[in-house]
């Protein structure tokens, strides 16, 4: 099992900027690739980004391709999501996902363990 627990999610403005970390605690060798997805009200969950093990692949939704940076220090069991020009729409629960089997693989069903997830809200 792999656990995981997100934070850094808040209030803020259109413009601004904030970081999310997501820290996977258990059977951490088994978070090969880990990803941020989102949650709008009304929505369905959507991929934001993804980072396999080690960091040599990534991906970003287009909407938030350049302003949005996920990282990963495998060493602290930790992943980030630095986002920047926030609009507000990207408001939005935000929640760490981890996948087991290392096949690059980043839609929703391909994950194996959640976050409960940090709320974002970014005003006009």
């Known amino acids: 099992q792999v656990q995981l627990v997100e934070s850094g999610g808040g209030l803020v403005q259109a413009g601004d900027s904030l970081r999310l970390s997501c820290t996977a605690s258990?059977?951490?060798?088994?978070?090969?690739?880990m990803a941020w997805f989102r949650q709008a009200p009304g929505k369905e969950r959507e991929s934001v980004a993804a980072v396999s093990w080690g960091g040599n692949l990534r991906t970003y939704a287009d909407s938030v391709e350049g302003r949005f940076t996920i990282s990963r220090s495998d060493a602290k069991n930790t992943i980030y999501l630095d986002m920047t020009s926030l609009k507000p729409e990207d408001t939005a629960v935000y929640y760490c996902a981890a996948r087991v089997d290392p096949t690059w693989r980043t839609e929703t069903q391909d994950f194996d363990y959640w976050g409960q997830g940090t709320q974002v809200t970014v005003s006009s």
């Open positions: 258990g059977r951490t060798t088994d978070a090969n690739i």
